[in-house]
């Protein structure tokens, strides 16, 4: 545990953004194109990145994900087990049935839908595997 100083509790930092998060995935242009369906999204760059891989990144003017590819796939490690692992990206949107049509218009599968303070939620996984959580708070 970090010691906390008088400092950092008299002076906390400002609160800062999240501006993206990059995650590696079996085809970038393939998991870019579910996300620019599903979410409205836009590809703000793609090209070569390290390790001889290929990256896409999708998202908004201010915040995106960045989707790598080494090109080789290895074992699926079980994310809500390994320490450093993805275990789901939010996604706030403000109309949730029709966010919800577009993830089942695109073959993909809603599950797990709850509803508590402060709103209603469903998850979906992409082809990869990877979870991602629909929420919206209206």
């Given at each position: 545990?970090?010691?906390?100083?008088a400092?950092?509790?008299?002076?906390?930092?400002?609160?800062?953004l999240?501006?993206h998060v990059?995650?590696?995935v079996?085809?970038?242009?393939?998991?870019?194109?579910?996300?620019?369906a599903v979410?409205?999204?836009?590809?703000?760059?793609?090209?070569?990145?390290?390790?001889?891989?290929?990256?896409?990144?999708?998202?908004?003017?201010?915040r995106?994900?960045a989707?790598?590819s080494?090109?080789e796939?290895?074992?699926?490690p079980?994310?809500?087990?390994?320490?450093?692992?993805l275990?789901?990206?939010?996604?706030?949107v403000?109309?949730?049935?029709?966010?919800?049509?577009?993830?089942?218009?695109?073959?993909?599968?809603?599950?797990?839908?709850q509803?508590?303070?402060?709103?209603?939620r469903?998850y979906?996984?992409?082809?990869?595997g990877?979870?991602?959580e629909?929420?919206?708070?209206?």
């Open positions: 545990m970090t010691e906390r100083t400092s950092s509790e008299t002076n906390p930092a400002p609160a800062a999240l501006e990059n995650y590696t079996a085809d970038p242009g393939r998991t870019a194109s579910m996300l620019q979410f409205g999204w836009t590809r703000r760059w793609e090209g070569p990145s390290i390790s001889g891989g290929r990256t896409v990144h999708v998202g908004t003017q201010d995106y994900v989707l790598f080494k090109g796939r290895g074992a699926r079980d994310n809500y087990a390994t320490p450093g692992g275990n789901h990206l939010g996604i706030v403000e109309d949730l049935g029709a966010a919800e049509r577009r993830v089942r218009d695109y073959g993909l599968k809603p599950h797990s839908h509803t508590y303070d402060p709103g209603s469903f979906f996984h992409d082809a990869d990877i979870e991602y629909v929420v919206s708070y209206g």
